[in-house]
């Protein structure tokens, strides 16, 4: 598994290598949109939502939800995933720390 340290060094780059796996259908992100439109639509049935989201990444999903109206609060070990995540969505809760070991408050 990587660490914090190599997930900020990926994080310029992840969406666009999510993007090639799931399209070429390889591991380890084959499925990621069908699984993601899934939560989506999911959530979705829920009016004015109030989500969380433990390693949301560049925020992917959760700027959707966003933008859709939901209440975010997230949970990331990686500054710099929080930090693309936070320029799409100014107003989330995002909060940096390992929940492997616990969950920040």
């Not at 499925?31 to 109030?50: C, D, H, P, R, S």
């Not at 966003?66 to 500054?79: H, K, L, N, V």
């Not at 936070?86 to 920040?104: C, I, R, T, W």
Request: hydrophobic share 35%.
């Amino acid at each position: 598994m990587l660490d914090k340290k190599e997930f900020d060094l990926w994080a310029d780059g992840y969406d666009k290598t999510v993007g090639i796996s799931d399209e070429e259908n390889t591991y380890p992100f084959a499925g990621y949109k069908k699984v993601l439109g899934f939560i989506f639509q999911t959530i979705m049935k829920t009016e004015n939502a109030i989500v969380l989201d433990i390693g949301f990444g560049t925020g992917t999903l959760t700027t959707k939800l966003y933008e859709q109206g939901c209440s975010i609060y997230g949970q990331d070990f990686s500054s710099r995933m929080i930090e693309l995540a936070s320029e799409k969505m100014p107003n989330a809760h995002l909060y940096q720390g390992d929940f492997s070991k616990e969950l920040v408050e």
